[in-house]
């Protein structure tokens, strides 16, 4: 079993804000993946599919059947998973997840992994609430488990999900199979690495508190706290730090509410000093989302994705579900087949270079800033400068004074990378 108090750390935020927290009448959801440092994200866009009866799908570790039709979706992932850290889909859905540890014992049994919840939710489910209700199915059927970082050494943990769409939101926390649910409707809420359903809870496993009780975790007679009951006694280091980038992450949103746009959202995912934004040896942020969902369904949900590591010297670029999206292959990584060292067993006995363009030409640019000081002003405004932009535009669209056309629409995303990869050069 891999060891939750092993030195190495690891963490991961969610961000949500609903009305009234938000400055306008908007849901904005937000993600920092903070995962290895030298792990690739890569961006994906599937479109929506249909599948014969009886069809199976291929996760990162096991197969699981398929569904008659999955939605299209985008997805923030690390590029030798099926799964994915982070995403959405063409029904307003986002949803992200976190690694926890609790009394329920990890094992290394290959399973779904929380990341490929992630996906599997989005690709079937067409609200917030039916997402969840996918996740929670699968998890009681198939389990999670299974190795979470590309390495030999096994790193194993459950998972918390932050589910939101137009109008609502969902803080979803498992341990095993096990697992609880809690509906948001206003306001602002965070998750860490670390349980936080108190006694608040909507919705939960049918033999969760049976389970409980025969565990000797929990009397039968006192208020049940998911949290207090299924929480590790003694924390290990990483989950004791999560605890003051929760608080952290709960004083920035508190200090914004009412104001919350898209653009706080990101400078709460940029903060460093909370440690939010993570730049360490071991780990580091390797990817961010931030999702404007607007409560008027006549208006396009829009979502911003860097696709490179470090949002503080990243650019949020921005995405539109729209028919004929244009292929964006400058964010996705090599595919190796069966050569692929999750694919040959024993799994990850060798290393490849999963680097995609923007992610080349982003790391020569920042090695280029972190050489000479006057360059990394200068680069760093245009940076700026661009992603200032790109919201402008994204705000003037939903507010009816700009418009796209319906292949401006499509080529968005692609447009934006291509010309962030220009400004490197």
């Known amino acids: 079993m891999a060891d939750p108090g092993s030195p190495a750390p690891s963490s991961c935020d969610c961000f949500v804000s609903l009305p009234s ?16 440092k030298d792990e690739v994200q890569e961006v994906v866009y599937f479109p929506a599919r249909t599948y014969a009866k009886g069809a199976k799908v291929q996760c990162t570790y096991i197969e699981v059947d398929q569904v008659e039709k999955t939605h299209a979706v985008i997805l923030s992932r690390p590029a030798w998973l099926w799964g994915a850290e982070m995403g959405a889909n063409e029904h307003s859905v986002c949803i992200g997840n976190e690694g926890v540890w609790t009394k329920e014992p990890v094992g290394e049994e290959e399973a779904l992994l929380g990341m490929d919840l992630v996906r599997l939710g989005l690709e079937r489910g067409s609200s917030a609430q039916e997402a969840l209700e996918v996740i929670t199915a699968l998890l009681e059927r198939y389990g999670q488990g299974g190795p979470c970082k590309e390495e030999p050494t096994p790193f194993v943990y459950h998972n918390t999900f932050l589910l939101a769409d137009r109008t609502e939101a969902w803080v979803l926390e498992t341990a095993g199979r096990f ?97 939010i934004c993570v730049d360490s040896e071991g780990f580091a942020t390797t990817g961010s989302m931030v999702s404007i969902l607007p409560q008027d369904s006549h208006l396009p949900c829009i979502h911003f994705f860097t696709a490179t590591p470090d949002p503080s010297r990243s650019v949020f670029k921005p995405f539109i579900f729209a028919p004929g999206i244009h292929f964006f292959y400058q964010v996705q990584s090599p595919s190796f087949g069966d050569k692929d060292p999750i694919r040959e067993r024993p799994r990850f006995q060798s290393r490849v270079d999963r680097r995609h363009e923007l992610y080349r030409s982003h790391q020569l640019v920042l090695e280029k800033m972190d050489s000479h000081q006057g360059e990394h002003q200068r680069v760093q405004e245009i940076m700026q400068e661009f992603e200032r932009q790109a919201l402008e535009a994204m705000k003037n669209l939903l507010a009816g004074s700009f418009v796209l056309k319906p292949q401006e629409l499509a080529d968005l995303f692609y447009d934006c990378v291509n010309t962030e990869i220009q400004l490197y050069k």
Not at 21 to 36: H, L, M, T, W, Y
Not at 195 to 207: F, G, R
Not at 236 to 262: D, F, N
């Open 179 to 275: 697992w609880a649910a809690q509906r948001i409707r206003e306001g602002a809420r965070n998750i860490s690495n670390q349980l936080s359903i108190d006694t608040d809870i909507t919705a939960e496993h049918p033999d969760l508190r049976q389970h409980a009780r025969r565990q000797g975790w929990w009397n039968g007679e006192e208020a049940f706290s998911f949290t207090k009951v299924f929480s590790l006694t003694h924390q290990p280091v990483r989950m004791e730090a999560a605890k003051a980038r929760y608080c952290a992450g709960q004083q920035l949103l508190h200090q914004h509410s009412g104001q919350i746009t898209a653009a706080i959202i990101m400078a709460i995912l940029r903060d460093k000093a909370s440690g």
């Open 21 to 36: 927290a938000s400055a306008a009448r908007e849901v904005i959801f937000g993600k920092n993946s903070d995962r290895p």
